[in-house]
């Protein structure tokens, strides 16, 4: 909304906000699959499925909490060390962003699948996904990395013409063409995780990665200064894909066919 300032910002959001809502009543209300469909009240209000959403959004919040102090943390860190720094690494982490969302659209593929086959019990379905998660992200990670390793320099151009701060982002541009062969299994957990509704483990991927972020700022920015800094967000990217692929045997059988069953009827009951 325009000449409203920051209030219009805020009412163009609710506008956003409300508008998107009842887009998705109506495409809910108009969907074939769900015509004809009885609700059941039982159902509707059974206190077990209500429960285990209310906590997996909980450990969502804790999750998102501890994935925006890293950012913070990051972008406080860089603005100590000068504009010319904070520059750089504000052009570097929206690239390490843009690396996160293309590895994150296959990961949003396979919380999907994911979701279908514990839905339907369908165990060959889960691995498939998983398997194929896997191959495809690490293509992406690969291809993207040395894509960016070859291009950094065009790459920076684009988001400054500015010799010193493109001299700067090219010191450290290293630090993200390996971001994605850190992140990438991470990422995709975080995808298969979610669709599993098992956010635990999420949960707790960020609150040991957010350790291990503080605890590297402690040890190595002293010293090795903006490179100790983005050492530092590497071991968090990479503590996260180790500590979700440490969970992953659990999920596994959890979702073996028997134990899929008896969730089912538990949430049922």
């Not at 004809?36 to 906590?55: I, S, Y």
């Not at 969502?60 to 501890?66: A, E, G, H, P, Q």
């Not at 504009?83 to 919380?111: E, K, R």
């Amino acid at each position: 909304m325009l000449g409203f300032g920051v209030a219009g910002v805020a009412a163009a959001s609710l506008i956003a906000e409300i508008t998107a809502v009842r887009l998705g009543l109506v495409i809910i209300y108009l969907s074939k699959e769900l015509q004809g469909v009885k609700w059941d009240k039982g159902q509707v209000l059974a206190t077990a499925p209500l429960l285990k959403m209310l906590k997996m959004n909980r450990d969502l919040f804790i999750r998102t909490v501890c994935l925006l102090a890293v950012f913070g943390i990051f972008t406080a860190k860089g603005a100590t060390m000068g504009d010319v720094t904070l520059a750089a690494n504000a052009i570097l982490f929206q690239l390490h962003l843009l690396l996160a969302y293309v590895l994150d659209g296959i990961a949003n593929a396979s919380s999907i699948l994911v979701g279908r086959s514990v839905g339907a019990g369908d165990q060959p379905l889960y691995i498939r996904t998983i398997r194929f998660s896997a191959l495809w992200a690490f293509t992406a990670s690969v291809l993207l990395g040395a894509f960016l390793f070859i291009n950094k320099g065009w790459v920076i151009a684009l988001f400054t013409s500015i010799p010193e701060v493109q001299l700067a982002a090219g010191q450290f541009a290293e630090w993200v063409v390996l971001y994605p062969l850190v992140s990438f299994w991470g990422l995709q957990l975080n995808g298969i995780f979610a669709g599993a509704t098992e956010a635990g483990p999420l949960r707790d991927s960020l609150v040991v990665s957010l350790s291990v972020f503080l605890i590297a700022i402690w040890l190595f920015l002293p010293l090795w200064g903006n490179h100790g800094l983005w050492f530092s967000f590497t071991l968090f990217s990479l503590s996260r894909s180790l500590v979700l692929w440490a969970y992953l045997p659990r999920l596994n059988r959890m979702l073996a066919p028997q134990n899929v069953a008896a969730e089912h009827n538990r949430s049922s009951a």
